[in-house]
């Protein structure tokens, strides 16, 4: 017997307004800075209560649509979001869904090469600044392993600066969005421990070159320096996550010696009785 398909969530007045809205800013052309209509405007053009039109504005203020001022000369005035709240919100969606390295590097090795060639010609003076002091940072040598860490955070950020000069926003989103991706996986697999000297040899000396080809605005060698690159990258994701496989064996054990020292995994264990 088939199935019955599942009854999908009726959507609220709220949501219907506040979707109508955002159809209205694009047809209309607005921009940051312009006000939407306010408050009683928009009731009588709804047929709604305040509270409705409230939680309306509201919908847009979280999606980072708007800004909400009171007082005079307040109301709901347009804002251009950050990229963040957005990225967040994927990377909550795909939170539980076991991703790993090699998934993610499935789409970067494309993404990411793309994204270098399409930025040829494009980087100003202060890019090439900016560029230059990321990696003079990651020449520091690291002490600890919050320094480690830091680093592994500033040669992903290398790739952030490059994909802000994309002239594609939705390829400047999406290596973006791997890059946080890969940001919190560093967190999560400890990825800058243990100590890496193989990775940061070959990170920045990637990164020396990119940028000498940048400067030559040389596109073929772009895009051979950023194959490589992600190929290397990829490669040591997987050494990475083949050790932690490894380690996952003694856990348990190790879980249980140290269980007096882990308030979580105690109420865990408390709950289980």
């Known amino acids: 017997m088939a199935q019955a398909p599942s009854p999908q969530r009726r959507q ?7 979707d109508d809205i955002k159809r209205w800013i694009a047809t209309e052309g607005m921009v940051e800075g312009d006000r939407l209509p306010n408050e009683r405007a928009l009731m009588e053009l709804y047929g709604c209560a305040k509270g409705t039109v409230r939680e309306a504005l509201k919908i847009l203020e979280v999606e980072g649509l ?11 005035i347009l804002h251009t979001p950050s990229m963040e709240p957005a990225s967040r919100m994927l990377r909550n969606f795909l939170h539980f869904r076991s991703l790993d390295g090699y998934q993610v590097y499935q789409l970067r090795r494309l993404l990411e090469v793309e994204m270098a060639v399409s930025v040829v010609g494009l980087l100003t003076e202060k890019d090439f600044a900016t560029l230059e002091a990321n990696m ?27 994909a802000r000069a994309c002239p594609n926003p939705l390829l400047a989103f999406m290596c973006r969005f791997l890059n ?24 920045h000396r990637y990164h020396r070159e990119l940028v000498d080809a940048y400067r030559a605005e040389d596109v073929e060698r772009v ?4 194959e490589e690159h992600m190929r290397d990258a990829e490669g040591h ?8 496989a490894k380690q996952m064996l003694i856990v348990p054990e190790t879980l249980a010696q140290g269980s007096e020292h882990s308030p979580l995994l105690q109420m865990f264990q408390q709950q289980q009785q």
Do not use: W
């Open 12 to 18: 609220k007045l709220a949501e219907l307004i506040s």
């Open 180 to 203: 946080d991706m890969l940001r919190d996986l560093v967190v999560v697999k400890k990825a800058y421990v243990p100590e890496r000297k193989q990775f940061d040899k070959a990170n």
């Open 66 to 76: 708007i800004t909400l001022k009171t007082g005079p000369g307040g109301g709901a």
């Open 223 to 226: 895009r051979t320096l950023m």
């Open 136 to 162: 003079s940072d990651c020449e520091c040598a690291p002490s600890d392993a919050e320094d480690h860490r830091r680093q592994r955070f500033l040669e992903l950020e290398f790739h952030n600066c490059l």
């Open 237 to 244: 994701m997987s050494a990475l996550e083949a050790e932690m």
